[in-house]
């Protein structure tokens, strides 16, 4: 009998592709705020994943300090990531010294909405509060001052403004110093169902039966937009009954900002797929640091601010995974490559 054949032999193992080992710097506002607890998850994931991307989370006083860092500190360019707002540097805020085009946006993180709160039970519209004393946000802050400002002139009405941190500002409603204050709420769904306060509006909602002011009607907030030319996506939602705050039983249209991370233009591409990996394959663990993790999901990654200024490397891991990045009809000056 002829002797059997010998088994076949194993294919060999496909080689492991080595890389040398990186340090990136990861910077968010300061401790206590859920950007910092979001960018604390993300280093965190990418040392437990990453083989050799290796990331420390850094506190920084503002988006406006880490734009400044990555300006005037060139090795920060390619080798930090950073939370801060590309419209800013677009339109040239201060501390910005004029229009800014090197910074790229990646992912989105988190969605955080703007709207007018009240305890004044005759207050029911933005027209109610002609006359009345309103508490925006602290000046330099277009989303949360110059906006809103140029939305009353535009709709004629004569407003007592207040500049104030969010506890002035919930101190001051509450004892009845000013009508109305703009809040803020964050999104713990991608679908938008689910929402939570930022943590000074939380304290107010224990002490005080308040009702919201809805973005109605909503073209004179988008007229402010246009005139600086600042569009934040996703610009203006409408949450229906009960989905904004169980205890407010009316739609309430709010303007939202996605949060996202940023980088310089320099920053290395595979530094930014290996941060986008593993931010996508592990994105339902961010719940688990910090109920606003909820809203991180693949999808939601790819809603970003400034679509228009999505770095290649990141416009290139979407279309491997099959992401759509959401796009819009807004003049921008175009990106260097």
Avoid at 176 to 193: G, Q
Avoid at 197 to 211: D, M, V
Wanted: net charge negative; charged share 20%; glycine share 6%.
């Amino acid at each position: 009998e002829p002797a059997p054949a010998a088994p076949a032999e194993p294919a060999p193992a496909a080689p492991v592709e080595e890389h040398e080992p990186f340090n990136l710097e990861i910077y968010t506002n300061a401790n206590g705020t859920s950007t910092y607890v979001l960018g604390v998850a993300m280093a965190d994931l990418l040392n437990k994943h990453s083989t050799w991307l290796r990331a420390n989370a850094l506190e920084s006083p503002g988006p406006n300090d880490s734009a400044m860092l990555l300006i005037n500190e060139p090795d920060k360019r390619t080798s930090a990531i950073v939370y801060l707002t590309i419209e800013d540097a677009l339109i040239g805020l201060p501390p910005y010294e004029g229009p800014y085009y090197d910074f790229r946006t990646l992912a989105t993180f988190g969605l955080v909405a703007n709207g007018f709160v009240t305890n004044n039970p005759d207050i029911k519209t933005l027209q109610d509060l002609d006359g009345k004393s309103v508490g925006l946000g602290v000046k330099p802050n277009m989303p949360r001052v110059d906006l809103q400002e140029e939305m009353f002139s535009l709709m004629g009405l004569d407003i007592r403004f207040e500049y104030q941190s969010y506890g002035t500002a919930v101190n001051s409603l509450t004892d009845r110093k000013v009508d109305a204050i703009l809040a803020s709420f964050f999104a713990l769904s991608p679908d938008y169902t689910e929402w939570t306060p930022q943590p000074a509006i939380a304290e107010l909602l224990t002490r005080n039966e308040i009702s919201y002011i809805s973005y109605d009607p909503p073209e004179f907030l988008m007229q402010a937009k246009d005139k600086y030319n600042h569009h934040i996506l996703p610009e203006l939602i409408t949450v229906p009954a009960g989905k904004y705050d169980p205890e407010f039983n009316e739609p309430v249209t709010i303007m939202g900002d996605y949060l996202g991370w940023c980088c310089h233009k320099d920053l290395p591409e595979d530094v930014i797929q290996e941060f986008l990996r593993v931010m996508c394959d592990y994105s339902s663990e961010f719940v688990s640091y910090i109920p606003n993790g909820g809203f991180i999901s693949p999808e939601s990654m790819a809603r970003l601010d400034t679509p228009e200024y999505i770095h290649p490397a990141a416009a290139a891991f979407y279309a491997e995974r099959n992401i759509p990045v959401p796009q819009r009809d807004v003049p921008r000056p175009t990106p260097a490559p």
